[in-house]
Structures are given as C-alpha cells and as structure tokens.
C-alpha cells in the first residue's frame, strides 16, 4: 500500500469500502446461489479484485461509458445497477437487467452506460474504442472505459484496437486486470512480455502501472488517465496487478496443477477489503461498530436480492422472439 | 391376370354413362391406356381407357347401353384365366360415390402391389387430381420413373371424341332414346322449379347506344362482337357492384363470390351446355367475344373439359337469335340467378314526349328467393340497364 | 431517368444519406484519400470530411469492432470492407457483437451499423478472392442480408439499409459496380426484405439474387426463344428475412422451381428456398426444386475451370429442362 489516506476524505474511503464489500457478500452468495443450481450457465466471480472496478469507476462520471468483459457483477454494481437486477439477471429472471436474457456474462444497463458484459475474450476492446470514436464525433467528452483481462492483450482486437485509439486519438482508458492467469494459463507462459504495461509503447500510448490491490491507488491512477482521456484524447493502458480467488469460473478448480494453495493464501494477504479496513482503523477513520453496521447493511441488501431473484417470474416465452431484430 | 372394366366417372356430376363405339372387339389384345372404347357422359363424349393388359376377353355392354358408374362393361384377361366368375351386374368391388371416379378393380387373386407400383406423382399433379376428382391410378405418368405431372392431367378429363348419339328412326314416329345430357337436364332443371323459389323480373332496355357502340367495334376489325358479348360484360360489370346476386344457395349457407364467373348457355344438338367465362368483368369485350366463340364452337363439338363449364357464378341464355322477344330461363342450381336475353327490336317508344322508333331488348331476370329479394334482383337489374344504355358505364 | 453505373448508384445512396443525417459516417480501408478500392466512395472524403469518411489501418476485426461500438452509441456507421473476404477477420464482431447486443441486452442496445463491400466471384481472382457469403450472414438471427442486382435496387437498398435501426450486412456485387441501369434522380429508397419479380413468367420461377439475375434474366430470354418456355425471374435483393410470399406466389403459377446463386451448395442459400418453398408450396409443386449454384470447390484460377465452376445460362437452361421434364 503506497497511498496515504487523506482525512478530508473520509466519507469517500467508506463509499470505497462500502463498495468493494457490497460487491465481496454479493459474489460469495452468488456463488453460493450457483452451488444450489439457482445460477446456471458461465458464473465468472469477481473476488479479489473488487478495487480495480470499484476504484476505477469511482473516477468517472455518470455519462462516461462502461465496457467489460464477462467477469463484470463487480462493476456493475460500482456503477451503481442494483444488486436486485444483478442478482435476477444471474437467475435468468424477468427483472434481471438484461430481461433474462443476458445472464451473468452479460449485464447491459444503458440507462447508465454500462454497455455489457462480452463473453469473447478481447472482442469487446473495439467496442470500448468505438464509443470513444462516437463520443469524440458528437463533439462530447465523455471517456470510455474498457475492462478486460491480461489474457486479451495476446489477441489481435487488443492491438488492432490500441493501435487506432492511439492514432485517432480516442478519449478511451484500457483497464488490463491483471490476476495473473488466462483461465488456468499463468500469465508468463502465455505472454512473451511480462509487463503487461509495457505493450503500451507499441502504439505511443500512456501507460500506468498499479497494485490492484489499493483501491485508493487505483483511483489516483484513474483519475489521471480520465483526464488525459477527457481533456486531450490521449487513451491510456492501464495494468492493475491484483488477483483472482476463486477460480476462473464456478465451474472450474480454484488451485491445483495451475497454482498452489499456498500462492493463494499469500495473496489473500493483499485484500483490498481488508487492507483499506485496517489502514481507516489505523487512521481513526473508520469503528469497528461502523464497518460492522455497514457490513450489515450490505448482508441485509444482498439478502434483499437473493429473495428478489427467487421471487422473481421467468421471462414469459414470447419473450423467446423478442428483441432478434429493433423495430 | 383379370381387370373387369367398369364405367368410370368420367365428369363431376355423372353418374351413369352410355357406351358409344367400341375400338377393340372380343379378342383383341389390349394394354394399359389404350382407348378400348367412347363413353357418352352427361356432358361430352369421353374414352375408357384400358386399366390392365390382356385379351379383350368379353365386352358385357354393347354400343348403346347405358351403365351406371362402378358396373361392368368388359372384362380384360389373360387367354387362359378363366372369366366365368365375373360377375356382369355387380357393382366394382369398391363402393362408388358420384363424385368419386373408379379404377379398375386390381383382380383379387394377386398380391398387394409391390413397394415399386406406388403412384408417382407430383404434388401439384396430386392436388389437380383432387380437385379434378381424376384417379392417379387411371393417369399415365410422363415424368421421371413414370412420376405423374401435371400435364399428365391436362388431357385426362377432356379426351373426347365427337360422336353424336345415334337416333332410330321406327315408322310413323320417332322413338328418341334419352341421351346422357337430356337426362341430366330433366334432373337438375326439375329439381330446379321444384325446390327452388323462382321469381322473375323482367324490364326493357333501350339499346340504340349499345348498337351504335357495337359497329364501331366491329368496324375496328379483328374481333366480330355480339349483342350476347355486350350483355354478358354489361351483367358481369353489374355483378361486381351488386355481390348479392354473385352467389350460390349451399342449403345451409350462401357462398357470395368475389370474382365472377359468367355461364353462358349454347344450344348443342341434343340439348344445351353452360361453358363459363371466367372473370367476365375483368376481360375485355373483345376477349369475351373471342373466347365465348370458342366456347360456343367447342360445345357444338362435344369438346369441353369439365372445368371449362363448371363453376359459374350466375348465367345468361339468349334465344334472340330465334326471335324471341321475351323468355323466362330456369336457374342453374346452385347459382341464384340467370337473365334471360331477348331478340333486338324496332319498336315506336315515347321519348321526351314524341314517338320515336328505338331498339328495344328485353331483359328477364330469373332469382332464387332464397338467396335474393325481389329489391335486391330490381336494383341489379337497374344497373344491368344503365351499363347496356351507357355503355361507357361499363368502362367507368 | 438517367443510366448509371451500380458503382455510382451506392455512392450516390451515402452521399445522400450523409447529407441526411449527421450521425451517419463511412469508415473503411482506402475509403477516403484513395477514393474506395472499387471506387464506391469517390469525392466522400472531399465533400465530408475525414471526420466522417474515416480511412483505416488493414485491421478488420478492430475498425469493424469499433463501428459497432459507434453504432452502439448512437452513431450509424457504414463500416466498407474491402472485399467480403477480408470480413472473415471481423466475422467475431459482426456474429458475436453486432447481431447479438440487442437480444443479450434485453432490447437496450441497438446497432444500426452497415456492412458492406463487394462479394461473390470475380474474374481469374483465385479461391481467396472469389467467393460468396450470403449464406453465412443469412445463418444469424439478428442479421439482415441484402444483395442487390441493379443500379436502382443497389441504391434504394443501401439507404433503407443506413436508415435501419438492425445491424445490416450489404453484400454487393463485385463484378457489377461498371453494370448500368436506370435511377431516378428524384429521392427514393427500396424496403428490405421484399423480393422482386425481375420478368413475369408462367412456366418456371428462376429464383436468384446480385449477380445471378443477369444470369437468370439471359436464361430467360434462351429458354423463351428456344423451348417456347417462359420464366420468372425472382430477385430475392434481401436474403434475411427473405420474402417467401413473392416465392409461394410465383411457384403457384409456374409449378417449377429452379434456384440459382453465386455460393457453395451445402446450406446454401437455396438450400432455405428450398426448405420454405417445399413447406409453403408443397401443393403447388410439379418437379423437384432445382438448383444451380457454384461448383463446391475452392474457386479455381485457370479462366476454363472457372468458368465451369460458376452459374450460366446453360446451366440454368438445364435445370429448367429437367423441372420442366424435357429431356
């Protein structure tokens, strides 16, 4: 942790916090809610890497557009989408917010630009460059944010993208979450370069470096890159080392033959929950008796959800032929 | 192998047939589609075909006899099967509708048809067949494999030979056989008047612009039109205005239709016919001419195919040509109404207060009560008048 | 009317829908400086500006992925592959984002973006540059495939197309942008998915499409002249949703069916004309749907092999025999 807290800022610390927690509960009981065969399908969870959306975000505004892969409950529910309509979408239910339709790889909330939710590794990093296109056009300037894994940066829309985002100077921040494995694929035996922020050079770009981990640091780094983004249409790669808890998706072993259960617990000793609980305690800016009223207020809403979700009525099956084509 | 030949159904409505000429006598060998003799139906003169290969072992109705449909008119045969057990009065073995056409009976003695004596036909030839209520099995397929196709059918239902029926002739009077269509006509007018509610409108329409419309027509050339032409575009225009008139009494319901289809009644030597113009109020007057000639030709000659008079929504019949002034028609069942034309006349009529000589035709207007109310029939008839006054009503 | 070239007619569609509507931009490989590969772009960029007619890097996965972006945005992009064949690159984009977002988004997201440039088989071009993809596009759900034939349709059917709210795929014919033909000078446009009868017939309907009708409508002439066999020729001009109705209506005269196209047989696009007409029409059918397609091998370079592995006259002339049973 490099950052230093800043009293004056104590209110935003507890909405960070308070984020990434609400974010923690509701992936642990989605995983739960999969476990008992109420989630089917791909379940991506996004533990362990909660300050990467939550402080990224946190630096945006509400106009500026969302793009993520399929790992993306966490930003979502940053971006503000109730955990109700997260929670129905993993269930497949009407109230989901893509209908039912989507389903957790897919959330879309265009009333809050948050465009998906893309279940092809690195397909969606074009996407993220051509809202940014749009928005320089309309003459706005609204930034675009991409989200994606170090894995996409081996694929061709990763560099065909960064390569026109920086010569057409697009307001657009790449956000490379790097937990260090591709699936099962530790990232040094896939990647010939192992800074992944390095790749930035390639195309002239801005690049930064974060610990994933930090909350506080990643927004620092956000807020800079947005700026950049926004005022000069300078588009920015940004690497965020964090970590990934659980394994790649439900269905798949959390360690073994990949990595160790002790590389698992050493990490787990960065958490970015923790880490930001105990520096506030530290710096008197946070009770135990307020984070635990908060995380009951949180386990309260995510239970909320959980009964939303059940409760919630399938999509009727008209709804099989709707939405193939817009009128 | 036996194949009793029975009278077929050889047009919609027929239920009995009179056998005119035979082609192959006792003891010729005979196979599969050959023409073995003609057939007097209600409507034409139609050929039998042979259903099976073999000797014309026994010809059971002579020429001139009449059969009902299903029953035995020859028995085809191997030289050596023996034909005693053929039964000349009973019926084909399979029970016989009307409106269902027979095939000769497959004899009994042999195995069902193997996996390759399926009939082959394509879908449409099916659907013409069923409309056409032709059996595949009596059709020689042309395409691929024997596949029936539809011009396989074309020439089913209208092969027909002219041959008008024989008359006697026995001292001091004539005994005149009732032919096939004189029979049809006694039923189905009979049962006209008699069930059917007739009432009768009648009215003159002056034609002194139709006339003159008519020689600059005809002065046009290539296509001769009649007053009958000028009538039946002139009901079938009126038809379109007034659907009520445009329909069949079906006992439990009224079929109105949306095209129109006009029959026109031809005198044929032994009776009449109805062929139809299809769509009359969509043809030109020119085209009507044309094609109510061929029609008219093709009666005489005993050539029309079922469909070519079948289905007409309402009808005309015209004996001006015989100087009829003024007639009633009886009604066509199902259709609910037929006008009946008079002869064109000079006659002194009152215009705008003198006299003058004009040239009148009279028209009657024969109606089903059941279907049309003596308003709805004047109203009909008033525009029929009005088209035939003015006949540019007719292209307005 | 004044006759113009197939090539004019579609500049003339986006010079016109340019001027209409602001939204609407063309971005492509050598679309602005160099005028469009095939020319179809000619004086865009003069009269637009590189803002809207947007030269881009050989990278089709990527500008395609940002047309989609744009178009998710708001924009209504008209992305110009080169050729049909460089579109494999980019096929993820069009299948997997394109034709997907508004059904995964629950109907939020729409994407009126175009794709177009030239497919099918050229002249002497080899397997890689020869070669038609109708069937492929036609395959998606959420996909509309036009292929206009003429001058008149290229142009009506490009700006319905750009007015579209779906994403489009605009196959044009390759080897018919120098074809002439008559367009109003007055504004019009032609609706998707309406098939039109090229030559009224009663004998045999000739269903095709681009390229095929010139083949078809000379077909039609020899068959008319030599067998007394007169024939109607049905230009499907979108492929999805394709118009069965004008098909059943033709069939229903004629009897016979005779489809003919560019593409490979295997699940071609006859092979769905075929399957809509045997259900539709059954009844109405007096021989076996025919078809002629191009031969099912990788497109040969020696002129001799690929003249005979493409669809002529004489092979259509063939097939109607065979419908028609003449032998």
């Known amino acids: 942790m490099t950052t230093t807290l800043d009293a004056a800022k104590q209110g935003f610390y507890h909405d960070l916090l308070r984020q990434m927690l609400l974010i923690r509960v509701f992936e642990e009981q989605a995983g739960a809610a999969y476990a008992q065969g109420k989630v089917g399908g791909f379940c991506h969870l996004y533990i362990g890497q909660e300050a990467v959306a939550v402080g990224s975000i946190a630096a945006l505004r509400e106009s500026d557009t969302i793009i993520a892969a399929y790992r993306e409950h966490g930003h979502a529910l940053a971006r503000g989408v109730a955990p109700r309509a997260v929670m129905a979408e993993l269930y497949g239910k009407l109230g989901g917010v893509s209908k039912g339709k989507g389903g957790s790889m897919h959330l879309f909330d265009v009333s809050r630009n948050f465009l998906g939710g893309h279940g092809i590794v690195g397909s969606h990093i074009p996407l993220a ?119 790649h998706s439900m269905a798949d072993p959390i360690h073994g033959h990949y990595r160790t259960k002790e590389e698992l617990e050493e990490q787990k000793a960065r958490d970015p929950i923790e880490g930001l609980r105990a520096r506030l305690l530290d710096a008197e800016l946070i009770t135990d008796e307020a984070f635990a009223s908060m995380r009951a207020a949180i386990d309260e809403e995510i239970k909320d959800a959980l009964a939303f979700a059940d409760e919630d009525e399938d999509p009727p099956l008209d709804d099989l032929y709707t939405h193939v084509y817009t009128d | 192998m036996i194949t009793k030949v029975v009278m077929e159904a050889l047009s919609p409505t027929m239920e009995e047939g009179r056998v005119i000429t035979w082609h192959k006598k006792e003891g010729d060998q005979v196979a599969v589609g050959d023409i073995i003799a003609e ?39 191997g030289a050596d099967d023996d034909i005693g057990d053929v039964d000349a009065t009973a019926p084909a073995d399979s029970p016989t509708e009307a409106s269902q056409p027979v095939a000769a009976e497959p004899p009994p003695a042999t195995a069902p048809a193997p996996a390759g004596g399926r009939i082959k036909a394509s879908p449409l030839a099916r659907r013409m067949a069923r409309e056409q209520h032709v059996d595949l099995e009596s059709v020689q397929g042309s395409g691929p494999g024997g596949r029936i196709v539809k011009r396989d059918l074309a020439g089913v239902a209208g092969v027909a030979a002219a041959a008008p029926a024989g008359i006697v002739s026995a001292g001091g009077f004539e005994d005149v056989p009732l032919g096939q269509m004189r029979k049809t006509i006694a039923k189905r007018l009979a049962q006209s008047i008699g069930p059917v509610p007739h009432f009768f409108l009648t009215t003159e329409v002056d034609m002194e612009q139709a006339a003159a419309a008519r020689v600059e027509l005809n002065a046009l050339g290539d296509q001769r039109i009649s007053f009958n032409d000028i009538a039946i575009k002139a009901v079938a225009m009126a038809l379109m205005q007034h659907r009520a008139c445009n329909a069949w009494w079906q006992d439990d319901h009224i079929r109105y239709f949306n095209e129109v289809h006009m029959g026109m009644a031809v005198a044929v030597e032994d009776g009449l016919i109805t062929p139809v113009i299809r769509n009359a109020n969509l043809k030109t007057l020119r085209d009507i001419a044309s094609e109510s000639r061929a029609l008219a030709e093709r009666a005489r000659e005993r050539r029309l195919r079922p469909e070519e ?69 004047a109203q009909f008839l008033q525009t029929v008048t009005t088209m035939l006054e003015n006949p540019m009503a007719m292209v307005w | 009317m004044p006759a113009i070239t197939y090539r004019d007619a579609l500049n003339q569609a986006l010079e016109e829908e340019m001027e209409r509507d602001s939204d609407v931009f063309l971005m492509g490989e050598e679309v602005g400086v160099y005028q469009g590969a095939y020319k179809v772009s000619r004086g865009l960029l003069e009269k637009f500006g590189d803002q809207r007619v947007v030269d881009t890097p050989i990278a089709e996965l990527g500008f395609a992925g940002i047309g989609v972006g744009a178009a998710m945005a708001g924009l209504r992009p008209v992305i110009e592959f080169m050729t049909w064949n460089f579109a494999l690159l980019a096929i993820d984009q069009i299948v997997n984002s394109a034709a997907k977002l508004h059904y995964m988004s629950g109907g939020q997201v729409r994407v009126p973006v175009v794709f177009r440039g030239p497919g099918g088989s050229a002249l002497q071009l080899a397997a890689q540059h020869s070669q038609a993809f109708e069937s492929w596009y036609a395959h998606i759900p959420g996909l509309k495939v036009v292929a206009p034939a003429t001058p008149y349709d290229a142009k009506g059917l490009l700006k319905s197309s750009i007015r579209d709210d779906n994403p489009i795929v605009f196959i044009e014919g390759e080897m018919l942008y120098n074809t002439k033909g008559e367009v109003p000078e007055e504004e019009y446009t032609v609706p998707l998915g309406q098939a039109d009868v090229k030559r009224a017939g009663d004998d045999v309907t000739l269903v095709c499409h681009s390229k095929t009708v010139a083949v078809a409508l000379k077909a039609s002439e020899r068959l008319s002249e030599e067998l007394g066999v007169s024939a109607e020729v049905v230009d499907l001009r979108t492929i999805r949703p394709l118009d069965i109705d004008t098909i059943a209506n033709s069939v229903a005269k004629t009897n016979r069916c005779v489809i003919i196209e560019d593409g490979w047989p295997f699940c071609g696009v006859g092979a769905q004309v075929v399957d809509d007409v045997q259900r539709v029409a059954f009844d109405d059918l007096d021989a076996p749907i025919v078809r002629v397609t191009g031969a099912d091998v990788p497109m040969p370079y020696n002129k001799h092999l690929e003249r005979a592995a493409k669809p002529n006259p004489d092979r259509v002339i063939a097939a109607v025999r065979q419908v028609t049973y003449q032998a």
Request: hydrophobic content about 45%; proline content about 2%.
């Open chain 2, 309 to 377: 008079y079948t289905g007409a929504t309402f009808s005309i019949s015209n004996l001006g040509m015989f100087g009829i002034d003024e007639f009633t028609a009886i009604i066509n069942p199902p259709e609910a109404g037929i006008i009946a034309v008079g002869t064109l006349m000079e006659k002194p009529v009152a215009v705008d207060g003198a006299v003058v000589v004009r040239r009148r035709m009279r028209l009657t207007m024969s109606c089903d009560h059941r279907v049309i109310d003596g308003a709805t029939g």
């Open chain 1, 129 to 247: 460059a051509g809202t940014a296109f749009a928005s320089k056009y309309q003459g706005k300037d609204d930034v675009s944010v991409c989200f994606f894994g170090e894995a996409a940066v081996n694929i061709g829309a990763f560099h065909e993208t960064l390569n026109m985002a920086a010569l057409w100077k697009l307001p657009v921040v790449f956000i490379v979450e790097n937990n260090r494995y591709g699936m099962g694929t530790a990232l040094e035996r896939a990647s010939a370069v192992w800074n992944v922020y390095e790749r930035a050079c390639s195309y002239d770009m801005d690049e930064e470096l974060v610990d994933g981990m930090d909350v506080v640091a990643v927004y620092d780094v956000m807020t800079r890159s947005v700026a950049r983004a926004r005022e000069r249409n300078a588009p920015t790669l940004i690497e965020a080392r964090t970590y990934r808890y659980m394994g």
């Open chain 2, 39 to 77: 057939v007097e139906t209600d409507k034409a003169v139609m050929e039998l075909q042979a259903r099976g290969d073999g000797i014309l072992r026994k010809i059971v109705a002579g020429e001139g006899t009449t059969v009902e449909v299903g029953k035995l008119v020859a028995v085809i045969a």
